[in-house]
C-alpha cells in the first residue's frame, strides 16, 4: 500500500485510473484506503474533487467491463475447471451465479462495496449471460457510487480519516447488506403482489369480519406474535449490552453458581448433555420430526417446507450473525452468539412445537414442553461445565434463534389460517 500511495503522489490520477481497473480486473488492490487518500489529497488542493471522482469511476468501470466480457466469454465451464486458482471454485460459482440470476441487477449495485465480492462480481454477471445493457446501467451506478463514497468522504474527514477509516468501512458494508436485504424483499414483494393483497385481504375480513370464525388458530397466531416481540425486544437488549460491555456480572454470576452446584463428579453427566448439541443428535431429532409431520394428515408439505426453511435459515443466520457482530465489533467473545444454541433451541424447538401442535392431549403437550425446558437448561449448564463456555454467548444464542423460530412458527400458522379460509369459502 505504502507503494502505491508514492506513486499516486508522484502521478496522480493515472495510478488512481490504474488502480481501479486493475482490482476490478482481480488484481487484489486496497483501494478503499486508496481513494480515502485521495480525497484527503482533494481536501489539501493536491487533486480536484470531481475530477477524482471521473478518473476512479471511468477505470472502474473499464475493469468492471473486461471482467464482465471475460465471463461471457469464457463461460461456466471455464471457471467451474479452473476457477478455483482464483477462489472461484464450482460451489461458490454456482451459489453466487444463482443469487445474480434472480437479484443480478441489485446485487451488481452493492456488490461494489463488499470486499471479496466486487471483485468477481461482474465476472459472475458475464457468466449468467446478465445483458450488456443492464450490466452496464447497474454496474457502472455502483462503481460511481463506490469511488464517489470514498473520496467524499475522505475529502470531508481531511486528514482526521486515519481515525475513522476502519469505522466507516465497516458501516458502509453494514449499511449495504442491509440496503440489499430490503431490495431483495422489495422484489420479492412485488413479484408476488396479487397473492399477498388477496391474502391480506381474507386474513382481514376472518379477523375483523368474521371475528369467531377459526378461533382457535387466531388464539395460536397472537400467542406466537406476543413471544416474537418478547424475544425481539430480549434480542436488541442483548445487543445493546454487547456493545456496552455490561456481560461481566452475569458470566461471572452464572459461572459461580454453576462451579457450586456440580463438583467434579458431574463431569460425566454433563458431557452426555452436551452430547445433545451433537450433529447425530440434531440429525435423529430432524428425521423424528421429518415423520412426526407426515404421520399428520393436514398441512404436512406446508409444515415440512417451513420446517426446511427454519433449518436452512438457523444456520445461515448463525453464521451471518456471527460473522456480522465480530465484522462490526472488537473485543468481543469469540464464541458470540453460541451457533450450537442457535441450533438447539431451533432444531428441538420445532420438533417439540410439531408435537404439541398435532396433539389434544393436555398433559401429554405439557409433558414435552418441560422436558424441551430441560434440555435448553442442562445444554446451557454443560456448556460452562465442560466447555467453559460463557452463559452469555449462550443465553445470546438462544434468545438470536427464539426470534428466528417464533417468526417462522408464526408464518406457517399464517398460512395454515389462509388455507383453512379458502377451504371454507370454496
Request: hydrophobic residues 55%; glycine residues 8%.
Amino acid at each position: 500500500m505504502h507503494e502505491i500511495i508514492h506513486l499516486l503522489n508522484q502521478y496522480g490520477y493515472i495510478i488512481l485510473f490504474l488502480s481501479l481497473m486493475l482490482e476490478l480486473i482481480i488484481v487484489p488492490i486496497p483501494n478503499e484506503a486508496l481513494m480515502s487518500y485521495v480525497g484527503v489529497l482533494c481536501f489539501q488542493g493536491d487533486m480536484n474533487l470531481v475530477l477524482s471522482i471521473l478518473v476512479a469511476g471511468v477505470g472502474g468501470a473499464i475493469g468492471a467491463t473486461v471482467s464482465y466480457w471475460v465471463g461471457y466469454k469464457l463461460g461456466a465451464p471455464f471457471f467451474q475447471k479452473f476457477g478455483h486458482y482464483i477462489h472461484m471454485g464450482p460451489d461458490k460459482l454456482e451459489k453466487m451465479s444463482g443469487w445474480y440470476s434472480k437479484y443480478g441487477k441489485v446485487l451488481l449495485i452493492i456488490s461494489f462495496f463488499i470486499p471479496g465480492v466486487r471483485h468477481i462480481a461482474s465476472i459472475i454477471t458475464g457468466v449468467i449471460k446478465l445483458p450488456y445493457r443492464s450490466f452496464a446501467i447497474f454496474g457502472y451506478i455502483g462503481v460511481f457510487l463506490w469511488v464517489g463514497t470514498f473520496i467524499v468522504l475522505g475529502n470531508a474527514l481531511g486528514p482526521g480519516w486515519d481515525r475513522y477509516q476502519s469505522e466507516i468501512e465497516k458501516w458502509l458494508v453494514l449499511i449495504s447488506i442491509v440496503i440489499g436485504i430490503l431490495l431483495v424483499i422489495y422484489f420479492v414483494v412485488r413479484k408476488n403482489r396479487d397473492y399477498i393483497k388477496e391474502s391480506l385481504l381474507l386474513l382481514y375480513q376472518a379477523t375483523f369480519r368474521k371475528f369467531r370464525s377459526f378461533l382457535k388458530i387466531k388464539f395460536i397466531i397472537l400467542f406466537i406474535l406476543i413471544l416474537f416481540v418478547v424475544f425481539f425486544t430480549l434480542m436488541v437488549g442483548i445487543i445493546q449490552d454487547l456493545i456496552g460491555n455490561e456481560f461481566g456480572h452475569f458470566n461471572i454470576i452464572f459461572k459461580t453458581i454453576v462451579s457450586s452446584m456440580f463438583n467434579e463428579h458431574w463431569q460425566g453427566i454433563m458431557t452426555a448433555f452436551y452430547t445433545l448439541s451433537s450433529w447425530i443428535a440434531f440429525g435423529v431429532i430432524a428425521l423424528a420430526t421429518v415423520v412426526v409431520i407426515f404421520i399428520h394428515n393436514k398441512n404436512r408439505w406446508l409444515e415440512f417446507l417451513f420446517f426446511i426453511s427454519t433449518l436452512l435459515g438457523t444456520f445461515l443466520f448463525s453464521k451471518g450473525i456471527h460473522w456480522l457482530f465480530h465484522f462490526m465489533l472488537n473485543n468481543i467473545s469469540p464464541d458470540f452468539p453460541n451457533v450450537q444454541a442457535m441450533l438447539l433451541l431451533s432444531i428441538y424447538g420445532f420438533f417439540m412445537i410439531m408435537l404439541i401442535r398435532h396433539t389434544k392431549d393436555f398433559l401429554f403437550a405439557t409433558i414435552v414442553f418441560l422436558v424441551y425446558i430441560f434440555i435448553l437448561m442442562v445444554y446451557f449448564v454443560s456448556g460452562i461445565y465442560v466447555h467453559d463456555l460463557k452463559p452469555s454467548d449462550l443465553a445470546a444464542g438462544y434468545v438470536f434463534s427464539a426470534v428466528w423460530v417464533t417468526g417462522m412458527v408464526f408464518s406457517l400458522e399464517m398460512f395454515r389460517l389462509l388455507a383453512l379460509i379458502k377451504d371454507s369459502n370454496d
